[in-house]
Structures are given as structure tokens and as C-alpha cells.
């Protein structure tokens, strides 16, 4: 039995683990991913991302790369059975992180780009082969596995990250167990290559007819996407056959013109752990959480788990900071996904409706809702993280402590820049004016491997009354300075925070 040892073994490929695998290679740190497959799964699974998962990418450095395999979709509706629009969300406007507000994409096309990027740091090592056990001490954990290429081996991490999927081993050797939010249904999914775009809607559709539920998404490189609710009593084997696919997708478009990618079977679920770390053992992405897809933020959220935890293990690892920080990883996730998964469970509780005349009566609700102008019945807005590694906890913080920063465009020498790729991944103080030379707070912003931003922000500091924000290396903002002589407290409570692992404190 052979062992090697690194700072963070990441057992699982996928998005989740690619992206996480790339930002602690970017910060220098040696990895060992471990990954049954050698090449990506071939089919399409998810579907969308959003403008914080672009930023993401951005801070990968491939942004620009996975453009050309996205599209940005200019809407999502709500339809009743007669097709007339219960909910319009439009989504193509640029939002204050960059990026257009949502995107579409072909996801083999993108987690090979994420693992070709993970694998090109030194640092980064990648170990095929089925995961089997795990052990773990107060220095580490080692992961059992049977490489594909014979023999047996053992890896060990500083820490090892679960990113395998909702039947993940380390959440189950770890005792880490889900809580069910009590929504599971059989659905059938159908992806569709060669569809003519121009005879289909133009943006993502909940066909909320009691008769078939549907749901319909125009995904990128021409791809396109049914999902169909299962009737009570229906078999989901008998409903992939071909002809029972082709009865249902011919409602829409003419099944001889187009070629079936895939049809399968999937229960929904609503799921999340209770717990996303134990002792050195952390969980990620579908091993930490299942949500419906109804608002297409699943792998959104494991994409989040990545670059939360990810500058937190660094800081950890080099010693900045004691392991009680990895305690607000979970903090702050889990009421963040908590809210993204209620929602998608309210939202399919709306378009799984079965019963006519309970349809009819959601109907004539939303209907009127609409016509009135009230907001939709799930909310839009990107939910809060919990408490954890902020200058402020609890219902007394200041509004902006929590949420993602602003990433306005700067003017540089070289032109117009996205402030991200200005300052690089790590802290920024984003304030009015720049620093003065000999300020403590140049000294402190050092001390905190920080940048400073100043901001010609055409009153959004007035609108939020405060001088100057400092934003976490995951986009976030960890506190605020409501004038100029709090900047310098400012940074040095997060050095603090840093140093004790009290966050809020």
C-alpha cells in the first residue's frame, strides 16, 4: 500500500470539486482530487448558472473561455394550461457583479474546462479510481481507494473534502446526516438536440397544466431541454421508451426532426445536512445538499460551497487563522441553501399542481396578482448568508454586512476593468478615496494580504450611508465602515477575527 500526503484531498470531479480543486491550486496549495471517471459524464444534468457563479468563474480566470459555451436567457414565465402567462421574470440585464443576470449552458462542454484548469496547476493531482473508506485523526484523514489502474492506495489530507454526490461517502463515514425538507417526485427528463429555437419560447418555461406539469429550457450549443412530473402510477422505465417520449415531447415540436440526447428518471428532492464539517472532514455540493430544480440553482450552490471554503482552508493552512475558522463554512451555507431549496420547493409546490380545480383557483391568484403588479409569489432576490466570519452577527447588522459586493468596472491604465481582475482573489476595502501613504490602514490592509479600491461610485456609499466596505475573497461583505476613522477598526477586527476565529464577535 502506497500513501501520499497533501494539504486537501477532494474526493469527486465534478463542478463542485473542480471548482474548489482550482481556487486552493491557484492559492499554491497541493491537492489530490479523487474521481472515478476519467472523462466527464457525457450527458447534460445541469443547466443553468447565475451572475455570482460567473464572478466565480471570472476568479478562476474562465470567464471568458466559458462564455462561448453559454447563452444568456432573456426570461423565465409561468404558463397555465391554455398557455397564458401566469409570472414574467425577465433576466438579460447586466447586473452589479459584471455578468448578465443568467445563463444557460451545455455542462460537459464546462466541466471540462473546469477540470483541464484544475489540472494545469502544479500543485494539483488528480487519482482515478472508487473511493472506499476513510480514517481520520487529529492532524488529518486518509482516504482509501482502488485505483483503475490496479493495486490498492491510500491518500491523506491535511483535510478531505466530500464533493461526491448526493450518495457521498464521506458525508456517511463522517456522520454527517441531511435533513429532508419533505419534497420528492418523479420526474422525466428529456434532452433534445437540433430543435428549432425560433419556434420555441425564448426564454425558460413552467407549463403548469394539472394534465402534465412540464417544464422547458432552451439550454446552449443547441440543446434543449423537457422536464415532465409523472402521474401517480406511472412507470418510470415505461415512460423512457421512445414512443411514450415522442407522445410527449410532440406537443411541443415534431419528435422525427430532432434527435433524443437522453431520457431519464429523476426524484426531486429537498435535501441538507445538518452538519457540513467533522473534525477535518468537510462536505460540498450535492454531498451537502439536494434541491428541486425548479429555480436551477443546484449546482449554483455547490459552486458557492467552493469558493466559501476555499479561502478559508488557505488561511487555515498557512496558519493565518486556527481550524474553528471551517466552523462558519457551514454557518453561513446552510441557511443560504436553506432558503434557495424552500424556494424551489414553493415554486414546484405552484407547478406540480395536479387537481384542475385546484389549478384553476391557483390560476385566477396569480392572475390577478399579476395584473395588480404585486411581486411573485417566490422571491428573486439572492437570500443572505447565516452568521459566521462577518464584523457584525445576528438581526442588529448592518444591511449590506452578508451580501455580495459590487463589482463595478474601473478605469486603468490599460482601460475599463472589472474590479475583480484588478485586485486579484483576496480582501478589497472598496472606498470612496484612496489611502493616504503612512495610514494604519495601509499597514493593516498589508497585514490582511488585502487591496484597496477606490470607488467613483456615483452615490452608492450615500445610499447605503457608509465610507468604505471590506469584501471577503468570496465576494462578500464582511463589514462596513460608515465613516472614514472606522476603516482602520474595520481591518483590524477582521485581522482579529482572523487570528481568534470569533467572527462577530
Same mark, same amino acid.
Given at each position: 500500500m502506497t500513501q501520499a500526503t497533501y494539504d486537501v484531498v477532494l474526493s469527486g470531479f465534478g463542478p463542485t470539486g473542480a471548482c474548489l480543486a482550482g481556487l486552493l491550486g491557484r492559492a499554491g496549495r497541493r491537492v489530490c482530487v479523487v474521481e472515478r471517471d476519467r472523462d466527464v459524464y457525457a450527458l447534460p444534468r445541469a443547466v443553468h448558472f447565475d451572475h455570482e457563479v460567473m464572478r466565480i468563474f471570472q476568479t478562476l480566470g474562465l470567464?471568458?473561455?466559458?462564455?462561448?459555451?453559454?447563452?444568456?436567457?432573456?426570461?423565465?414565465?409561468?404558463?397555465t394550461a391554455d398557455r397564458e402567462v401566469l409570472l414574467h421574470v425577465p433576466f438579460n440585464a447586466t447586473t452589479d457583479q459584471g455578468w448578465r443576470s443568467d445563463y444557460m449552458f451545455h455542462q460537459p462542454s464546462l466541466e471540462r474546462i473546469l477540470r483541464?484548469?484544475?489540472e494545469s496547476y502544479p500543485g494539483v493531482e488528480i487519482r482515478y479510481g472508487e473511493a472506499r473508506a476513510l480514517h481520520q485523526d487529529e492532524d488529518g484523514v486518509e482516504l482509501e481507494l482502488d485505483p483503475d489502474d490496479g493495486g490498492a492506495a491510500t491518500v491523506r489530507g491535511r483535510f478531505l473534502v466530500g464533493c461526491d454526490g448526493a450518495n457521498s461517502l464521506v458525508r456517511r463515514e463522517s456522520g454527517m446526516e441531511l435533513e429532508d425538507l419533505e419534497f420528492d417526485e418523479p420526474w422525466l427528463v428529456v434532452d433534445i438536440e437540433g430543435v428549432d429555437e425560433g419556434r420555441m419560447p425564448g426564454g425558460a418555461i413552467q407549463f403548469c397544466d394539472p394534465a402534465r406539469p412540464t417544464t422547458l429550457v432552451p439550454?446552449?450549443?443547441?440543446?434543449?431541454?423537457?422536464?415532465?412530473?409523472?402521474? /401517480?402510477?406511472?412507470? &418510470? %422505465?415505461? +415512460?423512457?421508451r421512445p414512443e411514450n417520449v415522442?407522445?410527449?415531447?410532440?406537443?411541443?415540436?415534431?419528435?422525427?426532426?430532432?434527435?433524443?440526447v437522453r431520457a431519464a428518471v429523476y426524484r426531486f428532492h429537498a435535501l441538507v445536512a445538518r452538519r457540513w464539517r467533522a473534525g477535518r472532514a468537510l462536505i460540498a455540493g450535492d454531498a451537502a445538499h439536494?434541491? /428541486?430544480?425548479?429555480? &436551477? %440553482?443546484? +449546482?449554483?450552490?455547490?459552486i458557492r460551497d467552493s469558493i466559501n471554503l476555499s479561502w478559508k482552508l488557505d488561511r487555515v493552512l498557512g496558519g493565518d487563522a486556527p481550524l474553528e475558522l471551517l466552523d462558519s463554512y457551514g454557518s453561513e451555507r446552510t441557511p443560504h441553501v436553506r432558503e434557495f431549496v424552500a424556494r424551489a420547493v414553493a415554486a414546484g409546490q405552484v407547478i406540480c399542481v395536479q387537481d384542475p380545480e385546484a389549478a384553476r383557483r391557483r390560476d385566477e391568484l396569480l392572475l390577478a396578482a399579476r395584473a395588480a403588479g404585486e411581486p411573485p409569489p417566490v422571491p428573486l432576490d439572492l437570500p443572505l448568508l447565516g452568521d459566521g466570519f462577518f464584523s457584525e452577527s445576528g438581526p442588529g447588522r448592518h444591511e449590506l454586512v452578508a451580501q455580495l459586493s459590487p463589482q463595478p468596472e474601473l478605469d486603468t491604465p490599460a482601460g475599463p476593468r472589472l474590479m475583480d481582475d484588478v485586485t486579484g482573489h483576496r480582501f478589497q476595502l472598496v472606498h470612496r478615496a484612496a489611502l493616504r501613504p503612512g495610514d494604519k490602514a495601509v499597514e493593516?490592509?498589508?497585514?490582511?494580504?488585502?487591496?484597496?479600491?477606490?470607488?467613483?461610485?456615483?452615490?452608492?456609499?450615500?445610499?447605503?450611508?457608509?465610507?468604505?466596505?471590506?469584501?471577503?475573497?468570496?465576494?462578500?461583505?464582511?463589514?462596513?465602515?460608515?465613516?472614514?476613522?472606522?476603516?482602520?477598526?474595520?481591518?483590524?477586527?477582521?485581522l482579529a477575527d482572523l487570528a481568534g476565529a470569533q467572527p462577530g464577535a
Open positions: 470567464a471568458e473561455e466559458i462564455l462561448p459555451i453559454t447563452r444568456a436567457t432573456d426570461f423565465a414565465e409561468f404558463w483541464e484548469s484544475a439550454c446552449a450549443g443547441g440543446f434543449y431541454r423537457f422536464e415532465f412530473m409523472l402521474r /401517480p402510477g406511472e412507470d &418510470g %422505465q415505461e +415512460m423512457m415522442d407522445r410527449l415531447v410532440s406537443a411541443w415540436i415534431d419528435p422525427a426532426s430532432v434527435r433524443l439536494q434541491t /428541486p430544480p425548479f429555480l &436551477g %440553482q443546484g +449546482m449554483c450552490a455547490g493593516s490592509l498589508a497585514a490582511l494580504e488585502g487591496a484597496a479600491v477606490a470607488w467613483n461610485d456615483g452615490g452608492w456609499f450615500d445610499r447605503h450611508g457608509v465610507d468604505a466596505i471590506l469584501v471577503r475573497p468570496d465576494h462578500v461583505i464582511y463589514g462596513v465602515a460608515r465613516t472614514d476613522t472606522e476603516v482602520e477598526p474595520l481591518l483590524a477586527g477582521a
